[in-house]
């Protein structure tokens, strides 16, 4: 089942994770980046939750911000010579 937090919510979840994982973000998404290939966030943060014994509120709230970031970083800037 997977629960939509609020952007407050997800804020404060993300702030948090250090200091409830002992942990940054970084750390977190570099586990993510060596972690299996799962395509559904669902999958990668149930999988993230039992591989590392985290609260599923915390690795869905990781997964988020490591989507969110990758596709922030995935975006095409579009060049102003036209090409």
Known sequence: MSVTHSPEIHA???ERVPAVTGR???EWFDA???GPS???CSARSN???DEY???HWYAQAIVTEYERRRRNR???TPRRDGS
């Open 53 to 55: 014994s985290l609260p």
């Open 74 to 76: 995935s975006i095409p």
């Open 32 to 34: 993510l980046d060596k």
């Open 47 to 49: 999988w993230l939750a």
């Open 24 to 26: 940054g973000l970084p």
């Open 38 to 40: 799962l395509l559904r």
């Open 12 to 14: 404060k979840l993300v």
